[in-house]
């Protein structure tokens, strides 16, 4: 089939690009020339495993090109929204202002026929909007919500093999004429078991906000129980292992640690928490309000537990932070926890120095206040403390009693829990994890 791919961030690169591998005509567009140019040479603008490697394959096969001028969708069988939706500045809810600039400057282009699929997370009622918009317009194309359920750093994974496909239609029904379509986009997965869900516009857009939500919700569940073993002498690590072991509640995403971050979770609690609010279901997620307010608290925890390491003042103290990253293998620092606690140490006084492996360059156009280091040996020379605030595998990998020579005063503090506390102390090292006696 003939594809094209609106946005070529994130989402709309790799998705691009995995259309292209599992055989069809692609065109990725962007506003952005220098996404273009970096995405037809075959280069990532962003650090995301396999994806370089994957680009160059279609590519060379004539399957795959970027360009800006959006009349290049034109003869597409499928245009795939995938634009990004931040949030609103000083606001709680989403900026649709990509979405619709996409679909306005896309329904010239579109034919009789052609189906286009959003992928974009969006407020509930978008799609019904947009559909009623390309009704007005007479284009007679059909809108599905496609949303997209990517984890970064396994992206390429979870767009070729998903755990499932969720079609939203108008009509909520398997006879709509975009199922079949996109039956034909998916075929490969498809054909491999990948399960796959119809449904109504509005529940297509809820599936991605209710998903979302509740990963939120269960990370700020395990880190309130790290709040409360902190105080009762417990240790949430066991806790977690215990619960995790009954097959209802399950042990992914109960690591007690510093918190969520990046560009999804956070920014979409707040605009479906704004959205339900614009419906008057506030009530039904007020319980979203304190997820929020956990998981930013552990960021100050962070700072507390780093202070009561220093002896009680942070002034003059040398820190090295391991981890810009919100998380391992992506370069991704929006809304990242470990950077976030990196400027509020430095801002009350600490000489403090971040390294990463992927996410150096793109932290310092955020924070370029802040000291950075590539070379993790050098990074944590004469340090006083060291904070692991993002669990790459070469942090996890350090060996204890190699680095006790390089620091001034072997003092570590484990913020994603991710280490071994015996085999650190055993090396002379004063270790503090969350939660965890």
Sequence with gaps: MRISVIGC??????????MAKLGHDVVGIDIDERKVSELSAARAPFFEPGLEELLKEVQETGRLSFTSDMSAAKGSDVHFICVGTPQKKGENAADLTYVDSAMLRLLP???PGNVVAGKSTVPVGTATRLSTLMADQECGAHLVWNPEFLREGHAITDTL??????????????????VAVLDDVYATPLEAGTPRLVMDHSTAELVKTAANSFL???????????EVCEATGADVTRLADAIGLDDRIGRKFLQAGIGFGGGCLPKDIRAFMARAGELGADQALTFLREVDA???????????????????SLLGTRITVLGAAF??????????????IAAQLQLQGADVTVTDPKAIANAARRFPELHYEQDVDLAVSNSDVLLLLTEWEQYRALDPYLLTSKVA????????????????RAAGWTYR???RP
Aim: aromatic share 6%.
């Design 9 to 18: 961030g994130y989402l709309g690169a790799v998705h691009a690009a995995c």
């Design 109 to 111: 282009h579109i034919e």
């Design 161 to 178: 093999s998903p755990d499932r496909f969720v079609y939203g239609v108008i009509d909520g029904s398997e006879d709509h004429p975009a």
């Design 216 to 226: 939120a919700t269960k990370i700020s569940f395990i880190n309130a129980m790290a």
């Design 294 to 312: 956990i998981n930013m608290r552990r960021r100050t925890r962070v700072v507390e537990l780093t202070r009561e390491l220093c002896g009680g």
């Design 327 to 340: 998380k391992p293998a992506s370069d991704d620092v929006r809304d990242s926890p470990a950077l976030s």
């Design 409 to 424: 005063s072997p003092r570590i503090l484990d913020g994603r829990n991710v280490l071994d506390a015996g085999k650190w």
């Design 433 to 435: 994890g969350l939660g």
